[in-house]
């Protein structure tokens, strides 16, 4: 894995106009950065994170194997107690999940260490799928990229006959915040490979979704919402009267309600306790947990239901070298070992392999000019050479 430079200036603005994305006054597309990508081997994609991301993925159903028959997960996770059936019900009812996104760090070199899992609203698909795609085959055209460059990105197709295999004829309806831009893009985009797929779409604000007398979802035009994609967290819709009626709503939800046991940062020190020692793992506790002290003093510490790095803060020889402010102060935390970004010409690139129903199908590159990935990082291309 290596970065290199690159001179060539994509030419998206059809695409972002048509997703209304905001170009700055250059007419560049905010985040995203073409002037250097990343370079892998076909290796190094193959062994290195697809094979991973997908052992994991096996190993994150065992962790909600486990959470049907042992109610200490869901208490660890903190999940509400009224709403562990509708997650059990959704698991063992067998309701798909569609995508996420496994953030790395990794060089090349050291095995690929798992941070996080984004199973619930991951962003940046569009970048992923489209931007980056059409970034590689115009520069590929224009004889920039060496003979034989290729990009590991399978995202679109992928999406595609996941909507196909859904195992849905309903309508269905897309729904986010109307007022997070990067959440209403990707809606627009998932509702296009949908409608590729062959189902009937209509996008909706998360808001406007009504309620029955009934007790059924409806939309704006009073019809019912049988299947519903939301971006938008399942903690949320948890601690809001909104989830109380999800139950009796006859509503199937994309992403299923189990998601949320794999969206949860406690997620990762329940993957440590049933798999030590796993070479893309690193060690990590919830911080209440007297064996956190085996950490030592290089931690990082994480809110169990933190978003786009806040209230992360790492600590190296007990001392504070980075802290990120949010919204989680007051949660609950886990304690991850220290294992900081590979550091490129004073860029730090976080690598998301995204799984689509289950399969590693591509990478999503974030780049921060610090080791915690925050909301401002730039989003870089990548390609595979051998």
Not at 79 to 91: E, G, H, K, M, P
Not at 345 to 369: H, K, T
Request: aromatic letters at 10%.
């Amino acid at each position: 894995m290596k970065i290199l430079a690159s001179k060539q200036r994509l030419s998206l603005p059809e695409a972002a106009i048509k997703h209304e994305i905001s170009l700055s006054a250059d007419g560049s597309i905010p985040f995203w950065d073409e002037t250097h990508y990343y370079e892998f081997t076909s290796q190094e994609i193959k062994n290195g994170l697809v094979s991973p991301s997908e052992e994991i993925e096996k190993m994150c159903f065992e962790v909600i194997d486990r959470a049907m028959s042992d109610e200490s997960i869901l208490s660890r996770l903190e999940v509400d107690r009224q709403y562990w059936d509708l997650i059990a019900d959704s698991w063992r009812d067998g309701e798909r999940n569609l995508y996420g996104r496994m953030d790395f760090s990794y060089d090349g070199v050291v095995p690929a260490k798992l941070l996080e899992y984004n199973a619930d609203t991951p962003t940046t698909l569009y970048e992923s799928a489209i931007f980056q795609w059409e970034w590689y085959e115009e520069i590929l055209e224009d004889g920039a990229l060496p003979a034989g460059a290729d990009q590991f990105n399978e995202i679109h197709e992928s999406l595609v006959d996941a909507f196909g295999n859904i195992g849905s004829t309903d309508d269905l309806h897309l729904a986010s915040s109307k007022q997070i831009e990067d959440d209403r893009t990707t809606i627009e985009y998932l509702a296009e490979c949908a409608t590729e797929a062959g189902l009937q779409t209509h996008l909706i604000d998360i808001n406007d979704i009504g309620i029955s007398a009934e007790g059924l979802f409806l939309d704006c035009s009073d019809q019912q919402i049988k299947t519903l994609f939301k971006l938008y967290p399942w903690e949320w819709i948890f601690s809001e009267e909104f989830g109380a009626k999800v139950y009796g709503s006859g509503t199937r939800f994309i992403e299923p309600p189990w998601r949320s046991i794999l969206s949860n940062k406690g997620l990762l020190p329940i993957l440590w306790e049933m798999f030590e020692g796993h070479p893309n793992l690193l060690p990590a506790y919830f911080e209440d947990d007297s064996r956190a002290q085996k950490l030592g003093n290089n931690v990082v510490r994480k809110p169990l239901l933190g978003r786009q790095g806040a209230n992360v803060e790492m600590q190296k020889d007990g001392k504070l070298i980075q802290r990120r402010d949010g919204p989680y102060e007051a949660g609950s935390f886990i304690l991850q070992e220290l294992h900081q970004l590979p550091e490129f010409n004073q860029r730090f690139p976080l690598i998301g392999c995204w799984v689509v129903a289950s399969r590693a199908v591509g990478l999503g590159i974030r780049e921060d000019q610090f080791s915690i990935t925050g909301p401002e990082a730039n989003f870089v291309p990548h390609i595979i050479l051998d």
